[in-house]
C-alpha cells in the first residue's frame, strides 16, 4: 500500500471505529506490520465508496459478523464503531435480532453476549 | 404460528420482498405446508421490530447473505427487496462490495454475479 | 410473539433443554428481551412438529452445532438436552464422532471438548 | 485404507445410501481413485460405530448438511440414504425445518429444495 | 486504488491466474468497475508479499476455496492458475484430498467435481 | 481402524505435529478413544499421500484452518507442525495474510492472533 492510503485509512479508521479500531491497528504492527498497513489501505479504498454512508456501512457489517459465526472480536468493534456513527443501542439490537431468521439463533445470540459487553464498556 | 401471524406476514413479505417474496411462500407451500407458514409467521416477527426501518433491515441483510456464501438464492429475493424499499443499485452495490472486507473475495464475487441477473431483470 | 406461544416455549425449554435452557432464557431477557421471548416462541413452534420426538430433533441438533464449528456454547446446552431427553454419553460421542466425515476434524474435536465439559458438569 | 476396509465401506454404503451412494463412488474413481478408497474406507469406520443405528446416524448428517449450506449435493444423497433405512418424507422434511432456528432460512430452503427433488426422484 | 497498483495487480493476474483471471476482471468493469479495479489493487498488494511463491500461495488459496465449500467458481480459477504456476494435476488432487480431514468429505467432494471440469477444460 | 494403521499415524504425528499433535492424541484417549485412533489413522491415511510434502500440506492446512474461522486451535496446532517441518515464521505470516483476500479480514485477524501465541511459545 502506498503511504498516502495507509495515513487516509488510519484517519478513517480513527474516525469510524474510535479507539477499538486503533487498537486492532497497534496490535497487528506488533504481529504483522504488513497486514496493520494493508488493513487499514484497504479499510480506507472501502470507505471511499460514498454511495453509502459509514452509519449504512456499519449496520451492513454488524449483519455480517453476525452472520458468520466466528467473528466476534470484529464484531465488538464495529458495535463500537456504530455507536460511534449514531447507531443506537436499539437499532443494533434489532439488526443482531434480524439474523436469527438469517443465519439462526446461536449465530445471533453470541452476537447479543458480545453487544452485552460492548454495551457494559461503553457504559450503556 | 397462528392464522393472524401467518396473514400480517404475508402482508409484510408483500410490501417489502414483492412478487419475489411471494414465490418463495408459494413454492414452500408445495413442499412444506408448515414451513411455509412458520417462515411468514417468523418474518412477521421480526418485521415488526420498528427501531430499524425497512430499508435498514435490507441493508443489513444484503450484507449477511453476501457474507453466508451459499444463500445466493435469498441474497437475489433481498436485492429485489432493497430496490422495492428504496435503496438504488450504487448502494446494493456498495453494500456488497464492502463484505470483500469481511467475507473475501469469493463471496463477494459470486454476490456480484447474483446482483447483475437482479438488476438485469428489473431492467436497471 | 402471543404470550400463549412465549409460555408454550418455556415449558418446552424447561422440559428438554432443563436449567441450561432456562439460564439462556433468563440472560436473553437482559441483553433483548424481544429476541427472549422470540426464542421462546419459535422454539416452541419447531418442537410443535410431531413428525420427530424430542431424541430424534436431538440427534440433529447435535449433528449441526457441530457442524457449524462456531456454534460451542449452544451445543453445550443441547448435549444437555440430549441427555435429558434420553440419549446417553455413547450415543452423543457417535453423534459428534460421525461429524468428521461431514465437517472436518476441527469441528469435532472443538465439539468434543465443549462434550467432555457438559459431561463432566453432569457427573458422567 | 486397507482392501478390506474398502471392502467393508463399499458394503455399507450400498446397504445405507443404495444407488446414490455407488454414484458417488463410482464418479470418484475416475477422479481421484485414493478418495474413492479413502472416501469408503472412513464411510466404513464411521458405520462400525454401533452406538446408534443407521437411522439415527442419517438424522444427524441429514441435520449436518443443510446447516453447512454448501453441501446440497451429499444432503440429497443423504436423504435417499435417509428413506433407505427407514426415515419417513414427513421425518425428513421435520428434521430440515428444526434447521431454521439452528442455522437460519437460507440453509433451510436450499435444503427443502433439494428434498422435493430427492422426493420426485424416489416418486413419493 | 492508484492507477499503478491497478496495473501491477492486472500484470500479475495475467501471469499467475492466466486467462481464467482476466475473464473475471472483465466480467466485474461490468457489473461494479469499483470492485474490478479494487480486486486488482489488491491481488497486486498480496502478490507483493515475497516471503511465499507463486505456487506456494496457490497451494494455500486452493486449499482455502475447498475448505470454503460455497467458493466453486474461484476454486476452478486458482486451479487454473495453480497449474499455470507449476503445480501438477496430482499436486492439486492432494490438496483438495488433504481438506477431507479439515473440512469433510462434502467440500472435498465439490471440490473434486470442479477439479475434473478444470482438468477436462485443460486437457489433462 | 487396525493397530497398525494407529501406529502409522502416531509415528507420522509425532514426526510432522510434534508435541502440540501427541497432545491432541492424548486429551482426546480420555473424551473418545474412538476418535483418538480414528483420527490418528485418517492422518496416516493423508500422510501417505506421496504427491505433496509434508510442507506443502501444511501450506494448505494453515490457509484452510484460517479460512473456517472456528478452527483456532487446530490452526495453533498446525502452525507448530509448519515450523515443525521447516516453514519459517515470515511464510507462516504471509500465508495467513493472503487468506484476507480469500475469507476476509476477521478470519485473518483471529489467524495472526493465533499465530502470535504459537510464536511466543516457541520463542521466535
Redesign the interface.
Known sequence: ??QK?VETGFKKLSEIDGRAGEE?YE??Q???P??AD??L???G??CS?T??DNK??E?????????????I??LKVHIHAGLNVGL?K??I??????????????????A??A??EVFKDEGI
Do not use: W
Open positions: 500500500m502506498e492510503q486492532v496490535r497487528l506488533k504481529i504483522s504488513f497486514m494493508y488493513l489501505g484497504s479499510f479504498e472501502i465508496i454511495d453509502i449504512t456501512r449496520v451492513a457489517v454488524i449483519g455480517a459478523c453476525t452472520a458468520l459465526g466466528y467473528a472480536p470484529q443506537t436499539e437499532e439490537l434489532a439488526i443482531i435480532n434480524t439474523m436469527s431468521a438469517y443465519a439462526g439463533f446461536p449465530a445471533t445470540l453470541n447479543l453476549y453487544a452485552e
